[in-house]
């Protein structure tokens, strides 16, 4: 199932498919966010946003707004 | 002996760098800042075997050679500039056991500039407990480099890397691989059309936007103008690039390193999950900040009487020890009151950054970004803007420069606007003397009136800040792309050495920096305040002795209606008198108007120039108290510090912007003078409409 990352829920894990390269900064890129990757939803702050994401290994938290411009497969539940 | 060997420390931040950095030079370190710019250049000097030294210089944290801010351009000016004199003789590229496949990205880059590289892999203590093994001698063939596994919480392996260092001329400087094949037509041409320059080095410069130094600068102009391409199929090749340079990190670590997740324990979840929780995350933030807030004002109190009744009986001392004269009195009433208005901060300021160095080091800094984020977009605020505005309780000059991890222009903007209206140490001491004179003393619930009065200046100043934040949001213009990326650290155990270095670094700026400036004013004031023009002046003595000829004052008393008068028609006086008009709508005096005028260099120059006008001796703050409590109001009659003129002057100082400090750090950190300007001149309109309302309202 396609989603994008906005839509991962506590404790999910996908593959990155796609990621807008217009809309993501290059730093974000560097940490590791590329397709292929791995990424986890570790907590999410009141409101859903930011999330706190283990991408490829890499802890770090992302505004919804970003998450929204990278696509993922759903790997488990 | 040889030339020192340069190194440059590089590496993501939280990789332990500065541990490093530490381990490498101990006290042996200096900071500064890099000329014309506000980031800090560490540097230090380390033995090493056979007597060889190295230069080290600790370049600012960064992820990659692609710079997003002031303090990663640093990085690529320096490695991208054979001339300067910092050129790296050697790179050492420092990383993270737990993070060595994103710190990997960074050492490709470096290395693709050919310039000789070690790989040191840090926090080697925390492998075994991770479950990680690594297979050094594959990694350091795959990577051409040589790697020191080292520890600095456990001191290991830093012996070794001195060997290494000192024997850099042996290292490889053969790229890891071939970024180039991304695209093999325009590299190619590339390669043509700049045949003597290094590949990667051109690519960059034609990617960033940065401004790179003096030198080479017509050369790095004619390779920025190779535009054959656009921007933002320059980035989809950057993208290209950090694929590929993570395929062959990917590849290498597959059979370079071994994750044993079975053995790996991590507390780092265990403790997210309190500490980012939505309610228990936000409870014990507030408690961590209530005991900075007791450390700060309760705990420093103690050293902080001590230093000043240091200062005020070496004062005395150096009165009774000199020969009277101009020259002693400028030491004993210009100089060392001015010294002690500044060492008496010490204290507050290194509890402070005591507090922040702890919070940044054991990684929970990051969780507070994470938990305010949301509800700081609110006020146009981004979660980074926390650290700031919690620093700004200390020095708004700090607070400033910590503004500049926030990504987006426009945040970092209102940020830097509004920490000025945080209550910063400074405004304490006037806070301190006015509630004393003016807030009764007594309790209501066991809290006491003055005691509620300095919380809720707190509260003004904070709230204040948040509300202008509001209201610069909507109405400043400024497009800036809002990204928002933190890393989110694992969890350490802070190091002694590290808190420590930091706290004295930073209080060793604030004396140096804040206090050369209250050291300057205290000295002009002074004289300002010790000379005259006309006759008035300088036949004062004979004036007044004739005037209280008929009354029989004591010596004391003489003296002390002379020296009041002096002052009246002084240089400073003369000036009071001039904008008494302008402030006693306000319900101040000409004295108190000389007090703002003086402190608009540095708030806290306020109580030591009511001091100094109230002609008292001595620096203790019951007598300088007691003499504002007898000053009698000019016009209206009654004493001078009453409830309403005191209220008006706590409203007046927690809006006003009264430091010349910050507002240069605002110039140097927005590039202009458009916004310190505006700060200034909206700040202290506002602060005096306020005071005014106020005064008129109450009196």
New interface residues.
């Given amino acids: 199932m396609q989603v994008t990352l906005a839509d991962i829920k506590r404790g999910e894990k996908g593959i990155i498919t796609d990621v807008s390269s217009i809309h993501i900064p290059l730093k974000l890129l560097e940490m590791g966010c590329l397709p292929g990757n791995s990424v986890e939803l570790v907590q999410v702050a009141p409101f859903a946003d930011p999330m706190y994401l283990n991408i490829n290994g890499s802890h770090l938290a992302i505004r919804k707004e970003t998450a929204i411009h990278i696509l993922i497969e759903i790997s488990n539940g | 002996m040889g030339k020192q060997i340069n190194v440059a420390l590089i590496g993501n931040p939280n990789t332990g760098k500065t541990s490093v950095f530490n381990a490498l030079t101990g006290l042996n370190q200096k900071v500064g800042n890099y000329p014309g710019i506000t980031v800090e250049k560490k540097e230090g000097i380390c033995k090493l075997p056979r007597g060889v030294k190295a230069h080290i210089i600790d370049l600012p944290g960064t992820?990659?050679l692609?710079a997003?801010s002031l303090d990663e351009n640093v990085v690529i000016e320096l490695l991208l500039n054979k001339n300067d004199k910092d050129f790296p003789d050697v790179a050492v590229v420092i990383s993270d056991v737990?993070?060595l496949?994103?710190n990997l990205?960074l050492f490709t880059q470096i290395k693709d500039l050919e310039i000789p590289s070690i790989l040191v892999i840090n926090m080697a203590d925390r492998m075994a407990y991770k479950g990680i093994s690594l297979d050094i001698p594959y990694l350091e063939k795959q990577l051409e480099t040589k790697i020191a596994l080292i520890s600095t919480r456990k001191n290991q392996g830093v012996k070794e890397l001195k060997e290494l260092i000192a024997n850099y001329k042996d290292l490889s400087v053969k790229p890891c691989l071939n970024a180039s094949e991304i695209d093999v037509e325009y590299f190619n041409n590339l390669r043509e059309t700049f045949p003597n320059q290094l590949l990667y080095k051109l690519w960059l410069v034609i990617t960033q936007d940065v401004n790179f130094g003096k030198t080479d600068r017509n050369e790095i102009d004619a390779v920025a103008n190779f535009k054959t391409k656009s921007k933002?199929d320059l980035?989809?090749l950057?993208?290209k690039e950090?694929?590929k340079r993570?395929q062959f990190i990917n590849d290498t670590l597959k059979k370079g390193q071994k994750i044993d997740l079975s053995t790996a324990k991590d507390i780092?979840?265990k403790l997210?999950?309190v500490l980012?929780h939505?309610v228990w995350g936000y409870l014990i933030f507030g408690v961590i900040l209530l005991t900075i807030f007791q450390a700060i004002y309760d705990w420093s109190s103690i050293p902080m009487d001590f230093i000043d009744s240091l200062f005020a009986s070496l004062s005395e001392w150096t009165k009774n020890a000199l020969p009277a004269g101009a020259f002693t009195n400028l030491i004993a009433e210009g100089i060392i009151p001015g010294l002690g208005g500044i060492v008496i901060f010490i204290p507050q300021i290194a509890f402070l950054f005591l507090f922040i160095s702890i919070l940044e080091e054991s990684g929970y800094m990051?969780r507070v970004?994470?938990?305010m984020?949301?509800i700081m977009r609110r006020f146009g605020l981004s979660?980074k803007s926390v650290v700031p505005l919690i620093s700004g309780t200390a020095c708004a000059i700090p607070a400033i420069m910590a503004t500049r991890n926030i990504?987006s222009w426009k945040e970092r903007l209102i940020t830097i606007l509004v920490t000025p209206f945080t209550t910063c140490s400074a405004r304490l001491p006037v806070y301190l003397i006015i509630i004393a004179l003016v807030i009764p003393e007594g309790r209501i619930l066991g809290l006491s009136y003055q005691a509620l009065t300095l919380m809720l200046l707190y509260l003004i100043g904070f709230g204040t800040a948040i509300l202008s934040a509001y209201i610069l949001n909507k109405v400043l213009k400024i497009k800036s792309?809002?990204?928002?990326?933190?890393?989110?650290?694992?969890y350490k155990l802070p190091m002694f050495k590290n808190v420590a270095l930091t706290v004295l670094e930073k209080t060793k700026s604030f004396v140096f920096g804040a206090g050369k400036i209250i050291l300057a004013i205290s000295v002009v004031l002074w004289f300002l305040a010790s000379y005259g023009p006309g006759e008035n002046f300088n036949n004062a003595e004979t004036i007044i002795t004739n005037e209280y000829a008929s009354q029989n004052l004591s010596d004391d008393e003489l003296q002390q209606h002379i020296a009041s008068y002096k002052l009246e028609h002084s240089f400073i006086g003369i000036t009071g008198r001039a904008i008494e008009p302008v402030i006693s709508p306000l319900g101040y005096d000409w004295k108190i108007g000389i007090a703002i005028v003086s402190s608009f260099a540095a708030r806290e120059v306020f109580v030591g120039t009511l001091a100094t006008i109230y002609s008292v001796g001595s620096d203790e703050e019951e007598t300088i108290k007691n003499r504002m409590a007898g000053e009698i109001n000019p016009i209206l009659g009654g004493p001078l510090f009453n409830f309403a003129s005191g209220i008006s002057l706590l409203l007046f100082y927690a809006f006003a912007m009264q430091c010349m400090s910050t507002l240069a750090i605002v110039k140097r950190e927005t590039n202009t003078w458009k916004w310190p300007i505006l700060q200034l001149v909206i700040m202290s309109s506002f602060a005096y409409i306020v005071a005014l309302i106020a005064y008129q309202l109450l009196k």
């Avoid at chain 2, 792309?481 to 694992?490: H, I, L, Q, R, Y």
Wanted: glycine fraction near 2%.
């Fill in positions: 992820y990659s692609n997003s737990e993070n496949k994103r990205l933002s980035k989809r950057q993208q950090t694929i993570y780092r979840i997210d999950r980012t939505k990051s970004v994470f938990l984020d949301r979660g990504e792309k809002t990204f928002f990326v933190v890393e989110m650290p694992n």
